[in-house]
Antibody, heavy 119, light 113 residues
Framework: QVHLQESGPGLVKPSGTLSLTCTVS????????WSWIRQPPGRGLEWIGY???????YYNPSLKSRVTISADTSENQLSLKLNSVTAADTAVYYC?????????????WGQGTLVTVSS | DIVMTQSPDSLAVSLGERATITCKSS????????????LAWYQQKPGQPPKLLIY???TRESGVPDRFSGSGSGTDFTLTISRLQAEDVAVYYC?????????FGQGTKLEIK
């Protein structure tokens, strides 16, 4: 049973960079599609983007200029970086696993981590 | 982007009764070559991440009770909970995966009447 755990600073200053890590246990990050998804407090879900096999990435065009998703196979971790953040980036950030062949359905999720953008 | 619109925004149903949530996409999510609808439903209980319930509009994820069913095609879809149980209190989201960026509906909050 795969387990995903997000971690990172809970508070980021405006114009700064949001950096999160998703640590995966119970399975390798190789060969699967992994996504980041966020949810502003009390609101709906927004897909941020995915990574596959450490190098193939795709980002939501609405965030593409500010986001980077990467993977560290030696640590079995994924990371998310979002720069030039504003209050609109305040959200719970989730990492999620899809399948080995598809990026589009999210079968396994972490518990999420709340990031607040505030001075 | 494909816009997903759910209705109602909130719903209160008595225990044991049927709950119906609808989802409409701004363009068809039916892929004609394989006749599959690229539409999924998720359940999110308070303080928890979403859980995948249904994909291909009507296929239940493994372990999902059969009181949950999905239907529809093209642009109009329905999630039905046939006999509401207390544990079904949650927010339900539809998601299209026909095209990137993948997009979700705004959610429907289901409560017990």
């Amino acid at each position: 049973q795969v387990h995903l755990q997000e971690s990172g600073p809970g508070l980021v200053k405006p114009s700064g960079t949001l950096s999160l890590t998703c640590t995966v246990s119970g399975g390798s990050i190789n060969n699967f599609y992994w996504s980041w998804i966020r949810q502003p407090p009390g609101r709906g879900l927004e897909w941020i983007g995915y990574i596959y096999y450490r190098r193939d990435t795709y980002y939501n065009p609405s965030l593409k200029s500010r986001v980077t998703i990467s993977a560290d196979t030696s640590e079995n971790q994924l990371s998310l970086k979002l720069n030039s953040v504003t209050a609109a980036d305040t959200a719970v950030y989730y990492c999620a696993r899809s399948t080995e062949t598809r990026s589009d359905l999210f079968h396994d999720w972490g518990q999420g981590t709340l990031v607040t953008v505030s001075s | 982007d494909i816009v997903m619109t759910q209705s109602p925004d909130s719903l209160a149903v008595s225990l044991g009764e049927r709950a119906t949530i609808t989802c409409k996409s701004s363009q068809s999510v039916l892929y004609s070559s394989n006749n599959l609808n690229f539409l999924a439903w998720y359940q999110q209980k308070p303080g928890q991440p979403p859980k995948l319930l249904i994909y291909w509009a009507s296929t239940r994820e493994s372990g999902v009770p059969d009181r949950f069913s999905g239907s529809g095609s093209g642009t109009d879809f329905t999630l039905t909970i046939s006999r509401l149980q207390a544990e079904d209190v949650a927010v339900y989201y539809c998601q299209q995966y026909y095209d990137t960026p993948y997009t979700f509906g705004q959610g429907t909050k289901l409560e017990i009447k």
